[in-house]
């Protein structure tokens, strides 16, 4: 099946073409037939579903646009495609954008989407504006639920990485209070904007180290003052690849896994990672007013079932289904959160602690 991967090059064209098409073939599903279709298969299981969806989606004309801030969606995409006869279209602008687009389709009555797939505060908040379809019933449920209108389908997934060349297994300290040792000292790179990430690992350290809040809190400072801040994963593997740092507790899995063969890594050959690795989760959502409601139901549920979580794990995402990814509960944290979505306090926090 053919695929179209749009970026943000053309986000300005979209944005000029939806605003002076009115009506075309992505505006063909009204409200009313996408809730209709919702509503008629939301309760159903999946494999009661699935082969009356297929057909659906080609009545519908064999098409779905996937609304996306992950630069890995094509691959998943592909799998399906090649499933189920449909023609994907997946727009991959960076996250600000996407939220955007999206309110502007709405306000103009011109919809091109049928799921959104992206990170929890993206997802929220095109559910907290009803552009998300509620309560239906997803293929599997990974991680905290906070929503009945998306469901987790992936993690961001922070973890400790370092440069192989530089830094020996035995250096690497068993979970991530080692880093506050002062033998770190301008080795480790922090990234500036993760404090989810930091409300996991305060968490952590309280939940699973027996610190107090205090104790924590202190310990955290001492990696912050180890650590060079820096903006950006790409750009923190990078530094670790050419040793302008040799360890950050703040890179994203799938960075790692694009970098290979550079020497980096966030796991070693014997298995060895520095605990925690915290998982922020991200979802998959149906479009309220998708053009394609039955193609959008099927890719839900494709993804969240074993074949598409296989299929996230062969593109370099951190599955929902951790036992795919070598993650196991003991050493892996979630971020609260619920807290960081009605709360500044860690965002806050996270700045004053690296001086920003």
Known sequence: MNMKVIGTLAVAALIGTTAACGSSDSDSG?????ESVYAKYAQMTPDQRDSELAQLAKDEG???TVYTDYSNEAPIAKAFGDKYGIDVTVYAPDNETL???LEQEESAGHHSADVLDSTYPFVTEAADKSLLYPGWKPAAKYGEVTSDSWYPTRFVAWATSWNTDAVKD???PDTIDGLADPKWK???AMEVGDYDWYAG???YLQDDRGMSEDQAEQTMQQIADNSVPMKGHTAIA???????VLVSPTTYIQNVIEQQPAPIAWQSDSGKYVAPVVLGPAGIGLLDHAPHPAAAMLYADFILSQEGQQALEDAGSTPGDLKLAGLDDETTVYPPVKDLLSSTKYQDAYQQLLGQ
């Open 30 to 34: 009204s409200s009313a037939d996408a």
């Open 201 to 203: 690992i305060l968490q």
């Open 238 to 244: 990078q530094a670790i690849i050419s040793k302008q």
């Open 99 to 101: 939220i955007q687009k």
């Open 62 to 64: 064999g098409k779905l």
């Open 170 to 172: 035995s250096d690497l």
């Open 186 to 188: 301008g080795k480790i």
